[in-house]
C-alpha cells in the first residue's frame, strides 16, 4: 500500500471546499495560515473573509492601523498574531514592492513567520517540495508508525519532521500537505477518529495494537498561572471609561477597563478600601452594583475578573490618563473578549 497515494484519493473525494484552496495567491494562504493558527476552521473562516473583504491585497492591509486591526481580530485570541500581521505586511510593501514571496527562505524571514508557516505558504502557493507539520500531521504519523516519541520534545520534533520529509510527495507537495493535515483533521482525529472508514487502517500500527487513542504522545509542561483581575466600571450612562493596555502584558494595545490585580479574590467592599483603589479613585468611592466573577481561560493563564461599578468623586484628577468612550463608539475600539461580553450584556439588557 502506497499511503501517499491513498492519503491524496483520499482528499480528492473527502475534502472541504474552503476559500483559500482555490488559489495559489500567496497573501490570501498567508492570511488563511496565521488566523487558523491555535484556531478551528469554523470559527476562524468568518474572520479569514471579513479581513479578505476589508484587505483584499498586502498594500491594503500594510495601510491598516493597529486598532484597526486588532478590532477585526477581536475575539480570535493570541492577539499577538494580528499585530505581527500587520507587521509582516508592512514588510513585504517595504522590500518586495509589495508582492508577496513564494519562497521559503524569503517566508522564514519575515515577521511572525516561522517553519511551519513558511513550509505552509511556499508549499501551497508554488509546490516548492517543504513538509508541512502541524498538529494534525504529527497525529497521523505517530499513530500510523506507532510512534511514542513525544511530539514536544527536541528528539520528537526532529524524528516527526524528519519523517514528514522522507514521505513527501516532491512532485504535487501542496496536494499531499493539504491532504495530510485534511485527514488529521477530518478522519484522524484526536478524539473518535472513525478507523473503519479508514482507506491506510490495515497498515496503520497504533490500529493493530489498539493503540489509536494514546498516541501520540506529549509531555505535560504547561504551568498555568491564575490571575485576579478587578475591573471598576465607571460611567455617566452615556459613556465610561476605558484603559488602553501597555505593550509589556497579554491583550497588549487592547481596551479594557480601569483595573486593579490582586493575588487572589478580594470582595468588592475590602477592595474599594485598600490604598491602590484609593490612589485610581480618591478616597471616596461608593459602590453601585458588584458582578459575579468571571473566568477566562488563556493558553497559560486564567483570569478571574470582577466588575464592579463605583460612584467617584467628580472631577478627580487621576481619572484623566483613561479615555470616556460614549457607548455608541464601544464598536469602534478593540477590546478582550471578556470586556467585550461583559459591555455588550450590560448595555442591551
Known sequence: MNFANELSRWYN???RSLPWRDTNDAYVIWLSEIILQQTRVEQGLPYFNRFLEKYPDVRAFAGAS??????????????????????????????YNGVFPVKYEQLIKLKGIGEYTAAAISSFSSNEARAVVDGNVYRVLARYFGINEPINTTRGIKLFRGLADDMLDREHSGQHNQALMEFGAMLC??????????????????YRDDSVASLPLKLKTVKIKERHFNY???????SLLMNKRGDND????????????????????VLIE???AKELFGEDIGIKSSYLARKHVLTHQHIYAQFIQIAVPAGYQHLQKYTRVEFGDLDKIAMPK???????NLINT
Do not use: H
Not at 494580528?82 to 510593501?93: D, E, I, S, Y
Not at 497579554?250 to 467592599?269: F, H, K, R, S
Not at 471578556?338 to 455588550?344: D, G, P, Q, V
Open 338 to 344: 471578556i470586556i467585550y461580553s461583559f459591555l455588550n
Open 250 to 269: 497579554i491583550w497588549a494595545n487592547m481596551y479594557d477597563l480601569p483595573m486593579l490585580e490582586t493575588p487572589g479574590a478580594v470582595q468588592a467592599e
Open 13 to 15: 473525494t473527502n475534502k
Open 274 to 276: 485598600l490604598p491602590e
Open 232 to 238: 471598576f466600571l465607571v460611567s455617566d450612562g452615556q
Open 189 to 206: 482525529k484526536p478524539k473518535k477518529p472513525d478507523c473503519s472508514i479508514c482507506p491506510v487502517r490495515l497498515s496503520c500500527i497504533a
Open 66 to 95: 493597529e486598532d484597526e486591526v486588532l478590532k477585526l481580530w477581536q475575539g480570535l485570541g493570541y492577539y499577538s498574531r494580528g499585530r505581527n500581521m500587520l507587521k509582516t505586511a508592512r514588510q513585504v510593501v517595504s522590500e
